[in-house]
Nanobody, 124 residues
């Protein structure tokens, strides 16, 4: 599967953005799909994931209540709706695909396929 992320940009604090991740080669329902992010000088961090069935979603502690992951099977696309953005959300956001479940869903090593990343900058 190939993943193409888009939708990043510059936004003021308190604003919103929606990221998209289009998959080609395989359907998104084949995988657990996730978003990670990496800020300058920091390790890559789990943001959110959606299960293969689409019935379960998981959020990182730093984005709970503000970000929502969703999936459109007809468009073979995964989204990350980001609301109430903060300057600390500034990072390159990556979509990923894998076969992770349960406890391992937030682990980078659980994902074999990665998109190229899209930059989100939140100004104060």
């Amino acid at each position: 599967v190939q993943l193409q992320a888009s939708g990043g940009g510059l936004v003021q604090a308190g604003g919103s953005l929606r990221l998209s991740c289009v998959a080609t080669g395989r359907t998104v329902s084949t995988y657990t799909m996730a978003w990670f992010r990496q800020a300058p000088g920091k390790e890559r961090e789990f943001v959110a994931a959606i299960s293969r069935s689409g019935s379960s979603t998981y959020d990182g502690d730093s984005v709970k209540g503000r970000f929502i992951i969703s999936r459109d099977d007809a468009k073979n696309t995964v989204y990350l709706q980001m609301d109430s953005l903060k300057p600390e959300d500034t990072a390159v956001y990556y979509c990923a695909a894998g076969y992770s479940r349960g406890y391992y869903i937030a682990f980078l090593s659980s994902y074999a396929y990665w998109g190229q990343g899209t930059l989100v900058t939140v100004s104060s």
